[in-house]
């Protein structure tokens, strides 16, 4: 059951496993919704999607598996049993008794799928639709509508497609582009590298607590050490090509100055030379040399530039290449400096990622960074954050 | 059973789904959503609907996952066989259950509401799994065994602050609550407020609506925010005249506008529409 859907889900990149799709199977034996393909798209959702940044992949995978579906003619596509089973539970014994007369469920499931085909026809025609009661011998039965509610699944389904087409969430999805809700989730992985160490540290509580458990008897517990100090020193560029990204960069900014105790932010042009500065009005007079930023901050701070390191390749690797100002050494040698010094470190690059392949510099600063180099979406953020987390581990 | 909406809360059919689904299959069912939409409010509502106890156990930064299950106070029976009480022989006079324990053993199915989990250390909804999936543990103290009569309700909810691990998440249901369109706000208002004027209800819905809808808030507002600002519009007896005409600034706006800059933004964007319109 539903094992193509399954596939297809996991073809648009959703995590979804066999127990959730138990999960849903069994939900739907249960009867949890009946067929009425807007409740199965929520409980769908419900059962196999356990993060709404994935929504959208989901509408897109539901949308996809479900094209047609709406087309195909239900009374076929739902296993009898289950019909079977609503109609039983919605028949009292003297409607039981009646139906028994009249040739019995058999048969009356026979004269529904007829009566549903013909509607479907009917209606597929463009007639207006016709509603099951009046004429309808399951009326006259008198059973609750519920169960003719296959009947209106036909329409039902044309207006549940939209429910996906919709892709309200389209926002959240971790490929599109960072807002506001999106960066701070983005962001809040950052704290997972907060607490690691060994234990080395006295926990006091626990002792106690250990103490009087063995009744006096002092026993010494010890803890690690709070690492939630996460130390970041960021660099901007700003100005010519950045102008674009104004706003992705606000955005990030806003979102790290929130997480982060710890937070050193300086601004560059282009590439970083031999001076970053903190306030761009004051740019020319209140100036850091490079050199001073590196004694400044220790190598556990974790550096992250912003920039889309889009300019010319001279700019990086010639002396002389700032558009600015005469350079004694070239970019590229700053950059290794400050890559010698701060181990950790990555690159977050508001440029979509297709465009990369068409600037020669991003490809020099994707090797001075040695491949960690990252767009400035979800995904790219969450893989900076990995680099950063894997760099910490490994010393 | 079906949960639906009530008096006093208003449930969005697909919500009604998942709570329903949720309570057959006797999953726990997580909520997600911006604050002040009612995820915590759903399971008060829907233990009231119920008629059963609601079990809430609020989790904070410092919250373990044992303390739900039960606490051993150590330090009072230490202090116990200090003073010679006889209490101090029977060491289940010192286990206290925590909420998981009572919901387990309630005599009736309880709706079990852990409130907040994404507050506790990451590692916290991971000491929980064998928890809420077989619904039952060890007491290592007393060699007892705890397991569920029968399944409680449980209702999770998170506002996102931490990602949940992915094996808790595999156990949950999730549902994401999204902000509610117009319709049904009204239909929510209307539910606090029955005798709220329509025009003002109108007027300050588009003014809600307006103020949503504004790029860079740092909190935008959400129904519960609403709500408090109608009630003081009421308790205020503001007409809708007023609120209309209102210059800059919408009256009571401090019910709504929960950051000094949003104020700003506001007071400058109404400022600048004044202008445009003059």
Request: hydrophobic content about 40%; some cysteine; aromatic content about 10%.
């Amino acid at each position: 059951m539903l094992i193509a859907f399954f596939f297809c889900l996991r073809k648009h990149g959703l995590k979804t496993s066999i127990t959730e799709l138990m999960d849903l199977l069994a939900a739907l034996e249960r009867q949890v919704v009946f067929a009425d393909v807007e409740a199965f798209y929520h409980l769908a959702r419900l059962t196999l999607v356990k993060d709404e940044s994935q929504f959208d992949r989901f509408d897109r995978a539901f949308a996809e598996y479900f094209e047609g579906v709406e087309q195909v003619d239900l009374a076929d596509a739902i296993p009898e049993d289950w019909l079977r089973r609503s109609l039983q539970r919605q028949l009292s014994d003297e409607d039981k008794a009646k139906l028994q007369s009249l040739g019995g469920l058999d048969e009356l499931l026979k004269a529904f799928k007829e009566r549903l085909q013909e509607q479907q026809e009917r209606h597929a025609g463009g007639n207006k639709w016709i509603g099951t009661g009046g004429s309808s011998p399951f009326g006259a039965y008198g059973y609750h509508p519920e169960g003719i509610r296959i009947g209106q699944d036909g329409s039902n389904a044309r207006r549940a497609v939209k429910v996906w087409d919709k892709r309200e969430f389209r926002d959240l999805d971790s490929d599109s582009e960072l807002n506001n809700r999106s960066m701070q989730l983005a962001l809040r992985k950052l704290r997972k590298f907060a607490r690691t160490g060994s234990a080395e540290e006295l926990d006091l509580d626990a002792t106690i607590r250990a103490t009087s458990q063995k009744a006096g008897l002092l026993d010494l517990k010890w803890q690690a050490e709070r690492h939630n100090a996460v130390k970041v020193l960021m660099l901007f560029d700003v100005g010519g090509s950045m102008d674009d990204y104004i706003y992705e960069c606000q955005q990030l900014f806003g979102a790290a100055r929130n997480e982060f105790k710890h937070l050193e932010f300086y601004y560059f042009h282009n590439c970083v030379y031999e001076h970053v500065w903190q306030a761009n009005e004051r740019r020319f007079s209140e100036k850091l040399p490079t050199r001073e930023l590196i004694n400044k901050y220790g190598r556990d701070y974790k550096l992250i530039f912003v920039g889309d390191a889009t300019m010319g390749p001279y700019e990086i690797a010639y002396p002389g290449g700032s558009v600015e100002h005469w350079n004694e050494e070239a970019g590229a040698i700053w950059m290794q400096r400050l890559l010698n010094h701060f181990s950790q470190a990555a690159w977050l690059n508001p440029q979509p990622q297709e465009h990369w392949q068409w600037h020669h510099s991003i490809d020099m600063v994707h090797e001075l960074m040695a491949g960690r180099m990252y767009p400035m979406t979800l995904d790219g953020i969450s893989q900076a954050i990995t680099t950063l987390q894997r760099t910490t581990s490994a010393k | 059973m079906q949960f639906s909406s009530t008096s006093s809360y208003i449930v969005a059919d697909e919500l009604a789904l998942a709570v329903n689904a949720a309570v057959t299959l006797e999953k726990p069912l997580l909520i997600k959503g911006e604050p002040g939409t009612g995820k915590t409010k759903l399971a008060e509502e829907l233990a009231a609907s119920l008629g059963v106890p609601l079990l809430r156990w609020q989790i904070k930064s410092t919250t373990k996952a044992q303390q739900g299950l039960y606490e051993y106070d150590a330090v009072s029976r230490l202090r116990d066989s200090q003073l010679g009480s006889d209490k101090v022989h029977d060491i289940s006079n010192y286990i206290k259950p925590g909420k998981l324990w009572q919901a387990f053993t309630a005599a009736e199915r309880p709706v079990l509401l852990i409130d907040e989990i994404d507050k506790a250390d990451i590692e916290f909804p991971n000491d929980l799994l064998h928890e809420l999936d077989q619904m039952e543990f060890h007491v290592y103290e007393t060699g007892e065994q705890i397991s569920a009569k029968q399944r409680p309700i449980v209702i999770i909810t998170s506002n996102n602050e931490k990602e949940l691990p992915d094996a808790f998440l595999r156990r949950c249901f999730f549902h994401y609550i999204n902000f509610p369109d117009a319709d049904t706000l009204s239909a929510i208002v209307r539910v606090h407020f029955p005798d709220i004027q329509k025009e003002l209800l109108q007027t300050a819905l588009e003014v809600f609506f307006d103020v949503r809808k504004l790029p860079n808030l740092k909190k935008k507002p959400s129904t519960s925010e609403l709500i408090d600002w109608l009630k003081l519009l009421l308790v205020e007896s503001i007409s809708p005249q007023q609120l209309k005409e209102s210059d800059g600034l919408m009256p009571m706006f401090g019910a709504l506008l929960k950051n000094e800059q949003d104020v700003q933004l506001v007071e400058k964007l109404a400022f600048m529409s004044r202008r445009r319109g003059s």
